[in-house]
C-alpha cells in the first residue's frame, strides 16, 4: 500500500510546501553558496555536502523560530482579510526577492579555500556559523510561509513533517549542486553562477507573481 495514501492531505501538501521551501531558502548564491562551491572544486564533493549541510541545519532552526513566532499570532493570520494582505505582501517579498536573485552578479575565486582542507566537522561548523550569522533569512521564511500558508500548529504532527521536508529540501539542493560542480569543475565558474542565479531568479519571479494573481482573485493551489 502507497505510504502516502495513508497520509492526511494537509499532511502531505506541508510536506511538498517544506520541499520548495528549504530548496528556495537554500538556493540564493551567497557567501555560503560560493564557499559550497569553491570547497568542492578545490577540497571535494563530501566537503562541499557538509558545508551544505552546515547552512542547512542553520536554515532550519531559522525556519523553527519563524513558525513559532507565527504561531502566536494565528488569530491575526487566520483572519481572512488579513490573510489576504499578509499573503500578497508575501508574494511582493518573493518579488523582490526573485529580481535580487536576478540581477546578483557573484564571483567564484580561484584563490584557494586554505591550505588545510580541515575535517568535516570544521567545514560544517564554519558554515553553520556563517550562515547562522545572517538572521535576515528570517524575511524570506516570513515571506515563504505566508505564501504557502505553512504554519499550522493545531496540527503539531503535520507541521513536524512539514520542518523535516524543509530540512530535506535543503538538502536536495546541496546535494544537487556539488553534483553539478563536481562534474563540471573545469567549467563551472561565475558565469555558471550568474545562469543559475538567472534561472533561480526566474522561477521565483513567475512564482511571486501567480500567487499574487491567485490571491487577487481568491484562488488557491492548495
Known amino acids: 500500500m502507497n505510504f502516502w495514501a495513508e497520509l492526511p492531505v494537509s499532511t502531505f501538501e506541508l510536506?511538498?510546501?517544506g520541499l520548495l521551501i528549504g530548496i528556495v531558502a537554500s538556493a540564493p548564491m551567497g557567501p555560503v553558496g560560493l564557499l559550497c562551491i569553491r570547497r568542492t572544486m578545490q577540497k571535494g564533493r563530501i566537503y562541499g555536502l557538509v558545508t551544505g549541510a552546515g547552512a542547512a541545519l542553520s536554515d532550519l532552526l531559522y525556519a523553527?523560530?519563524?513558525?513559532?513566532?507565527?504561531?502566536?499570532?494565528?488569530?491575526?493570520?487566520?483572519n481572512e482579510r488579513n490573510l489576504f494582505w499578509l499573503q500578497l505582501g508575501g508574494s511582493a517579498m518573493?518579488?523582490?526577492?526573485?529580481?535580487?536573485?536576478f540581477r546578483s552578479d557573484p564571483h567564484v575565486s580561484n584563490r584557494p579555500v586554505s591550505n588545510n582542507k580541515g575535517t568535516l566537522v570544521h567545514n560544517f561548523v564554519t558554515s553553520f556559523l556563517i550562515t547562522f550569522s545572517n538572521p535576515l533569512i528570517i524575511f524570506l521564511f516570513i515571506a515563504l510561509f505566508a505564501r504557502f500558508a505553512?504554519?499550522?500548529?493545531?496540527?503539531?504532527?503535520?507541521?513536524?513533517?512539514g520542518y523535516i521536508a524543509i530540512l530535506l529540501g535543503a538538502m536536495l539542493?546541496?546535494?544537487g549542486l556539488t553534483y553539478i560542480?563536481?562534474?563540471?569543475?573545469?567549467s563551472f565558474g561565475s558565469k555558471g553562477i550568474r545562469r543559475m542565479n538567472h534561472t533561480i531568479g526566474a522561477i521565483v519571479l513567475v512564482v511571486a507573481i501567480a500567487g499574487s494573481i491567485m490571491t487577487l482573485f481568491r484562488l488557491h493551489v492548495y
Request: charged share 10%.
Open 15 to 17: 510536506f511538498v510546501k
Open 64 to 78: 523553527l523560530m519563524t513558525g513559532f513566532g507565527m504561531s502566536f499570532v494565528m488569530d491575526f493570520i487566520e
Open 94 to 101: 518573493l518579488f523582490l526577492f526573485g529580481v535580487f536573485m
Open 150 to 161: 505553512f504554519v499550522v500548529p493545531e496540527h503539531p504532527i503535520n507541521q513536524t513533517f
Open 173 to 175: 539542493w546541496w546535494t
Open 181 to 186: 560542480v563536481n562534474k563540471m569543475s573545469n
